[in-house]
């Protein structure tokens, strides 16, 4: 896996289920869902479980409201990929957005070994 995408949730069930709408159409599919429950209310917890029948998630659920920055810590300590990209619950990607970030860091790697084999 490439990335670990992380969306922490706090009270914003129907932006969430948009949003992971969005993740299962990217043509890309290197990729994990880690959604961390930030003590969000039922309607959130309910989009998160089923979130569950879509991806090979990761879910945690902190119990209280703890904030974003907490919430943002305990997801990368669960994330096993190289790279974090962070989403709000509002958020949504293109199907293919992960293609061309993926398709962007292959190009930016390849410049950088290019460059460094010319010295």
Not at 15 to 31: G, I, N, R
Not at 78 to 84: G, I, K, V
Not at 94 to 112: I, V
Request: aromatic share 10%.
């Amino acid at each position: 896996m490439r990335y670990s995408v992380i969306i922490p949730v706090y009270n914003r069930p129907d932006e969430v289920d948009e949003l992971l709408k969005s993740l299962t159409t990217q043509h890309f599919t290197d990729f994990e869902v880690i959604v961390v429950e930030d003590g969000a209310e039922p309607n959130a917890k309910k989009v998160c479980d089923e979130a569950g029948k879509w991806f090979p998630l990761i879910y945690k659920c902190v119990g209280e409201h703890v904030g974003r920055s907490a919430v943002g810590n305990l997801a990368m300590s669960l994330a096993r990929n190289e790279y974090f990209l962070f989403l709000d619950d509002d958020d949504y990607y293109l199907a293919n957005h992960l293609e061309l970030l993926a398709h962007a860091l292959a190009m930016n790697k390849s410049c950088r070994m290019a460059a460094a084999g010319s010295i």
